[in-house]
């Protein structure tokens, strides 16, 4: 027996297209942010067909969600890192803050 509904995947894609006017009418850096919004959104598809919820959409908004967090933790991450080096160079030449 076959599924009664369009795969998570599918439903992104056709999602995606039903903006492809707003995609169009935004400028340039902003089409890459609106590509990323879903690029995000894909990368969580898995997790999301798993859900087989019945408000897709908020599926396709909860997976960019995802992503960003995700992109915040490694920003957050990368910065504190570079706090580190900062006060290790700091400490080594015994410059004060």
Sequence with gaps: MGRTNPTY??????????FSDV?????RQHQEDFDALFAGARQFADAAGYANHHDRD????????LA?????????ATIE???EEVEKLRSETGERR
């Design 81 to 83: 890192e570079l706090r």
């Design 58 to 65: 908020s599926l396709v908004l909860l997976s960019m969600l």
């Design 9 to 18: 995947r599918d439903f992104l894609e056709r999602y995606e297209s039903q």
């Design 23 to 27: 995609r169009r009418a935004l400028r």
């Design 68 to 76: 960003h967090e995700a992109k915040l933790r490694e920003y957050e």
